[in-house]
């Protein structure tokens, strides 16, 4: 190889975004209804959005009111060979459609039904095409299963670092220990035990991880959101997302007192729970009325926004990150190839630096200041800390909407053209390589799991007879 081979090689490897990425980009940003395309946009502007999976493991061990499955998928076997080619599928056709890194989670019904082989095989799947995977769990497994899912047949990790979302709330039913919980109060020790073991597992073995807690949101709990705020984040979760309920899956499971919350009604007990306005509107992850995200720092227990929407220098930061960082990805690429591309970029764009040093300095002030910080640092009580709400759809609502959009008809009637807009803005696809298609997460839940399932009950028996 020539020496301009090499320093071509060099150039392109050092760019923010990959050339693919880049126009996936500004494909995903034509796509958006009018009514997103802001400056706050993160899809289009920066990222093209999340990725899930589907028809992998539809299984889940647990009964929860309301549950999300559609009625067949407790019928089907997970089946390990299935779930490992089945990502790889569709993970190959999103890195050709979406570039070569995007933010992805394995999800479908409980992932640690899988053996810990076949779980660590799907993550390995993913990341081989560039996806930085996230496990979807309800939390209900032990050390033991972690261990065997981090480390090789040789006692060596064999994943050294791990994202997991873990879903707790009080209308789960089945959990180990606590099978009827009364209250959101009474799961905490239970959230705590659950990052206990990944603190353990980075001692022990220096496996590093990220945490997620998830918790679908009824009039039955939506007074205790304030609470969670208040009193999980401390056990080293770094994200807070909450789910205001759907009627989406199982019908059998929506019983009484699930009616409606909307997303302000959960930002507002955020809110609550760390004790000041929690200003969302500086970066919009497609429609505002399906998602909500504040990004911040958790500093001695007081949580501070990154980007303050009333900030004009906070805007001109992001604004910089978006016309000259757009695609760039941070976590699942080698750190020095982090460090080149930000050095290359600060080289080219010389106002990176008078940009980022008004920000820092900003920044340290809203955290109480360089000696509070530095303090806090030291004892370790310094974290980041991102709320998310996601406001998924009815199916009701979903499947009229799509019927319309699939036959290319934008709909008159207000509600349907609301849904039409949301589908169209929405952050979270699943891949179809067989139709060549990216498919909203709303319309794979509501119009395609049911008959998705019914297909992997005959593909999948429980019951395999010889």
């Given at each position: 190889?020539?020496?301009?081979?090499?320093?071509?090689?060099?150039?392109?490897?050092?760019r923010p975004a990959d050339p693919v990425t880049a126009?996936?980009?500004?494909?995903?940003?034509?796509?958006?209804?009018?009514?997103?395309?802001?400056?706050?946009?993160s899809v289009g502007g920066h990222a093209v959005g999340c990725e899930g999976t589907h028809g992998v493991f539809p299984k889940c061990n647990l009964t929860c009111s309301p549950c999300y499955h559609s009625k067949d998928a407790n019928k089907v076997?997970?089946?390990?060979?299935?779930?490992?080619?089945?990502?790889?599928?569709?993970?190959?056709?999103?890195?050709?459609?979406?570039?070569?890194?995007?933010?992805?989670?394995?999800?479908?019904?409980?992932?640690?039904?899988?053996?810990?082989?076949?779980?660590?095989?799907?993550?390995?799947?993913?990341?081989?095409?560039?996806?930085?995977?996230?496990s979807m769990t309800h939390g209900d497994f032990d050390l033991d299963y972690l261990r065997a899912l981090v480390l090789g047949p040789d006692g060596r990790p064999r994943l050294r670092r791990v994202s997991f979302a873990a879903h707790f709330d009080s209308l789960m039913r089945g959990r180990g220990g606590i099978p009827r919980p009364r209250s959101e109060a009474e799961l905490n020790p239970y959230r705590a035990q659950f990052a206990d073991m990944f603190r353990r597992?980075?001692?022990?073995?220096?496996?590093?991880?990220y945490l997620a807690h998830t918790m679908t949101v009824t009039p039955q709990n939506l007074a205790e959101v304030g609470e969670v705020v208040a009193s999980v984040p401390g056990m080293g979760y770094s994200m807070m997302s909450f789910q205001p309920a759907a009627r989406v899956?199982?019908?059998?499971?929506?019983?009484?007192?699930?009616?409606?919350?909307?997303?302000?009604?959960?930002?507002?007990?955020?809110?609550?729970?760390?004790?000041?306005?929690?200003?969302?509107e500086a970066v919009q992850f497609g429609d505002p009325r399906c998602n909500r995200t504040a990004f911040g720092l958790r500093v001695d227990g007081d949580w501070f926004p990154f980007l303050d929407p009333d900030e004009p220098g906070d805007l001109e930061v992001r604004d910089w990150f978006y016309s000259h960082l757009a695609g760039m990805e941070f976590v699942g690429i080698p750190k020095t190839m982090v460090v080149l591309k930000l050095l290359r970029c600060f080289i080219e764009h010389p106002s990176a630096f008078g940009v980022s040093g008004r920000y820092v300095r900003r920044m340290v002030a809203r955290a109480g200041g360089v000696r509070k910080l530095?303090?806090?640092?030291?004892?370790?009580?310094?974290?980041?800390?991102?709320?998310?709400?996601?406001?998924?759809?009815?199916?009701?609502?979903?499947?009229?909407?799509?019927?319309?959009?699939?036959?290319?008809?934008?709909?008159?009637?207000?509600?349907?053209?609301?849904?039409?807009?949301?589908?169209?803005?929405?952050?979270?696809?699943m891949a179809?390589?067989?139709?060549?298609?990216?498919?909203?997460?709303?319309?794979?839940?509501?119009?395609?799991?049911?008959?998705?399932?019914?297909?992997?009950?005959?593909?999948?028996?429980?019951?395999?007879?010889?």
């Open positions: 190889m020539g020496v301009r081979d090499v320093l071509r090689r060099v150039e392109r490897a050092t126009a996936a980009l500004q494909r995903r940003w034509q796509e958006l209804p009018a009514s997103a395309q802001t400056p706050a946009q076997r997970v089946d390990g060979d299935h779930t490992v080619a089945e990502v790889s599928r569709q993970m190959a056709f999103l890195r050709q459609e979406r570039g070569p890194h995007a933010h992805a989670q394995l999800i479908g019904g409980e992932v640690s039904l899988l053996s810990p082989d076949a779980h660590a095989a799907a993550l390995a799947a993913m990341r081989a095409h560039g996806r930085e995977p996230m597992l980075r001692r022990e073995h220096g496996v590093r991880s899956g199982d019908d059998r499971r929506w019983r009484g007192g699930l009616g409606e919350v909307g997303i302000d009604d959960v930002w507002q007990q955020i809110e609550g729970g760390v004790r000041r306005t929690v200003a969302w530095i303090a806090a640092l030291v004892r370790q009580r310094v974290a980041p800390l991102t709320f998310v709400v996601h406001h998924f759809m009815n199916a009701e609502d979903v499947a009229p909407a799509w019927r319309m959009m699939e036959a290319g008809v934008a709909a008159e009637d207000r509600r349907v053209r609301v849904t039409q807009e949301r589908l169209q803005a929405c952050v979270y696809t179809h390589p067989e139709t060549g298609r990216l498919i909203p997460a709303c319309v794979q839940h509501s119009v395609l799991d049911p008959g998705e399932n019914r297909g992997l009950r005959t593909l999948l028996p429980l019951t395999v007879i010889r």
